[in-house]
């Protein structure tokens, strides 16, 4: 797996866009970057992935530069809900059914009232 | 409503004594996971499962044992021989080996009396 590289921890106030960065300099061109969270004493949960392109869907948007050098998680109207541990992972698609996740230290998001 | 379903949600164990730990899934996902983790660490693969009665050890199989019997269902058991079992654990499927998301269910944290 590509090494990804996030804050440590980011604030964001109710009702605003989250924007999470993720740096991933020495991915690969056949590596995907995939999101995950975990809010406090539950399972990771998955949230979006993408190899190049921008990919949306119901629960946040995924932007990945032209270079694929970085990316950024958006949701686009955080709720409190949305506090948690973010985390950026970069592998090869075959690798995600079939090896361990490992989850670096991640972003942890605080969402403000 | 499809997803996978972990009980109980908190287990204690007795010295020298196993326990079980369920895993249902009613996704269809061929492959399963078991994951361990510690407060404030990230995950570690125990065992995993690409199809019915066929499974293999992850990083840190030793003291827990699990069986495959049915495509749905992928119990653990945390046998006397884990003499450090306290932790969340966390089972996993995906659809198949390659290319597929892992989806988590919500956990089971076992604590030793």
């Known amino acids: 797996d590509a090494k990804t590289t996030q804050p440590t921890s980011m604030d964001c106030a109710e009702g605003r866009a989250a924007n999470l960065p993720c740096n991933h300099s020495?991915?690969?061109?056949?590596?995907?970057v995939y999101w995950y969270r975990q809010i406090h004493s539950q399972g990771p949960q998955y949230i979006i992935h993408g190899l190049k392109n921008n990919e949306t869907n119901e629960m946040a948007s995924l932007i990945i530069t032209e270079d694929r050098k970085s990316s950024t998680l958006i949701l686009p109207h955080a709720t409190l809900r949305d506090t948690a541990v973010y985390y950026c992972i970069v592998r090869v698609a075959r690798d995600m059914g079939r090896r361990a996740l490992t989850f670096g230290s991640g972003t942890r998001l605080q969402v403000q009232p | 409503d499809g997803g996978i379903t972990q009980s109980p949600k908190y287990l204690f164990r007795k010295e020298g004594q196993n326990v079980t730990l369920s895993c249902e899934q009613n996704l269809n996902h061929d492959a399963m996971y078991w994951y361990r983790q510690d407060p404030g660490q990230g995950l570690r693969l125990i065992y995993y499962?690409?199809?019915?009665?066929?499974?293999q050890k992850g990083d840190i199989a030793e003291g827990y044992s699990v069986s495959r019997e049915k495509k749905e269902s992928f119990p653990l058991t945390v046998t006397s021989a884990q003499k450090n079992p306290t932790a969340f654990y966390l089972c996993?499927?995906?659809?198949?080996?390659?290319?597929?998301?892992?989806?988590f269910g919500a956990g089971t944290r076992l604590s030793v009396l």
């Open positions: 020495t991915i690969s061109g056949n590596e995907y």
């Open positions: 996993a499927s995906s659809i198949g080996a390659l290319k597929n998301i892992q989806y």
């Open positions: 499962s690409q199809i019915v009665n066929d499974f």
